[in-house]
Nanobody, 124 residues
């Protein structure tokens, strides 16, 4: 069992930055792919970024060049650094853990464990 707790959301002006954290407990996430997803009001949850402990990193096209995912094994924490934020980045951001080999990194169906989510609001 893996428990995930996100933090770091908030309100920021367009062009600003936020860093989200996802702390994992219950099991080392070195055997998982860790992903970030977001869901805007009235829209489906979509993939944002993922990192596997084989060193592979993936981004959605909409955030490539602006967001950076990283992890700290010692702290069992995954981060999402978000720069040059836009109003369209406003959403609830959730981190998730998928056992390695469980499926496509960009599909929420591949992820077994989810955090409660943290709100990110970008004002224009």
């Amino acid at each position: 069992q893996v428990q995930l707790v996100e933090s770091g959301g908030g309100l920021v002006q367009a062009g600003g930055s936020l860093r989200l954290s996802c702390a994992a407990s219950g099991r080392s996430f070195s055997s998982y792919t860790m992903g970030w997803f977001r869901q805007a009001p009235g829209k489906e949850r979509v993939f944002v970024a993922a990192i596997s402990w084989g060193g592979n990193i993936y981004y959605a096209d909409s955030v490539k060049g602006r967001f950076t995912i990283s992890g700290d094994n010692a702290k069992n924490t995954v981060y999402l650094q978000m720069d040059s934020l836009k109003p369209e980045d406003t959403a609830i951001y959730s981190c998730a853990a998928a056992p390695l080999g469980s499926g496509a990194f960009y599909s929420s169906a591949s992820y077994n464990y989810w955090g409660q989510g943290t709100q990110v609001t970008v004002s224009s």
